[in-house]
């Protein structure tokens, strides 16, 4: 019988990387994680622990160090890495870009230089719908690249730098996965979304108001050609996502060599407004808001065409609607209303 293959999840302790960690023991990979904390808690492992039974060996350690990377790679005989780490919130990349292409890029750059010195060969990487122009269109694989923000730049810089290195290297295998908007978290409130600063996208804003750990939710504009005036973006259950990586992990091991690029999110837009009353309905709670001014840059429909990852992954679509990822997000945010954080102590 064949041994499992052994993955490697940079940044698996993280939101999505640690969704993606439980389904990959489930469908019966060895796993290992790199992470360094920044953005995440040890207290996933043992949340990981408790849904599967099984607890990955964990490296903490910073990719942006070459000799550790290198040297656990030279340890470890991985057969596929999925990498997920990386600094991600759009205004501090504005605030501090030099810190984001350092990170994001040499980062990337050390998991590729130790690959390369390994039987490691095929790699899945965390992308994002950050790399497209602004369009209102459905964004399909071949709509035009170009970004508006640092964070966006590091995921454009990095897709380009592994196609190179596929292009020289005919025995590396990548997949560039570009997300939209991950929402959601398991079905048993054991793992979600805990950033541990003040939220940067609207979810899990929206979750902590839900909670009561903040007091409103900021509108920004409501006067775009929307169905209710409120940016409509495409959002997908975490769950989805994670299965998706799942399937595009089983396509670069099967195939073996060259780029593969696909879009996951639902294909399905909502407004700011919709989302807002969807959460009010799965928490049973009023969430005040108040209306903001425009951010500069914001379109008013952002919406994926996932078709070809669903032609492309076998069995792979999304499954779980607007409702579910809203109970499921509504029970995470209840039973743990600060995430992994302990709750401040009272004065």
């Known amino acids: 019988m064949a041994s499992p293959k052994h993955i490697l999840c940079t940044g698996g302790a993280g939101y999505i990387g ?30 990981i622990f408790e849904l599967t039974g099984q607890k990955p060996t964990m490296f903490e350690m910073d990719m942006c160090k070459a000799e550790p990377v290198a040297k656990l790679f030279a340890e470890n005989n991985f057969d596929g890495v999925i990498h997920f780490a990386g600094l991600k919130a759009v205004g501090e990349s504005v605030a501090k870009p ?27 990487f965390s992308s994002s719908a950050t790399v497209y122009k602004p369009c209102e269109e459905p964004i399909d694989e071949e ?7 640092p964070y966006g730049w590091t995921k454009y810089m990095i897709e380009q730098i592994l196609q190179d290195a596929a292009v020289a290297d005919k025995t590396l295998g990548v997949s560039l996965l570009r997300y939209f908007n991950p929402i959601g978290a398991h079905s048993s409130g054991k793992i979600g979304e805990s950033p541990t600063q003040a939220p940067n996208n609207l979810m ?45 992990l089983n396509n670069i091991l099967k195939v073996g060599t060259g780029v593969t690029i696909h879009n996951l999110g639902s294909g399905t837009g ?26 500069p840059g914001d379109l008013a429909t952002v919406v994926a065409n996932a078709a070809k990852a669903k032609a492309d992954f076998d069995g792979w679509e999304t499954k779980r609607n607007l ?18 954080e302990d709750p401040p102590k009272a004065e």
């Open 18 to 47: 640690s969704h993606t960690v439980v389904q990959l023991l489930e469908n019966g990979f060895k796993v290992s994680i790199l992470d360094n904390y920044c953005n995440s808690s040890v207290k996933v492992l043992d949340r």
């Open 98 to 124: 030099i810190w984001y292409y350092e990170n994001n890029i040499v980062g990337t750059l050390n998991i590729l230089k130790a690959m390369s010195g390994s039987t490691c060969k095929a790699l899945v």
């Open 143 to 149: 709509k035009p690249l170009g970004c508006s923000n």
């Open 204 to 248: 899990p804003f929206v979750q902590q108001v839900a909670v009561g750990r903040r007091p409103v939710v900021n509108v920004f504009g409501n006067d775009y050609n929307t169905v209710d005036g409120t940016g409509v973006r495409d959002y997908i259950h975490v769950e989805d996502l994670a299965a998706g990586h799942i399937c595009a």
């Open 270 to 295: 909502y407004s700011v407004f919709q989302m807002i009353a969807a959460m009010e309905e799965a928490s049973g709670k009023k969430i005040p808001i108040n209306i903001a001014e425009r951010r």
């Open 323 to 340: 409702q579910d990822a809203c109970r499921d997000a509504w029970k995470w945010q209840s039973e743990n209303p600060y995430g992994f």
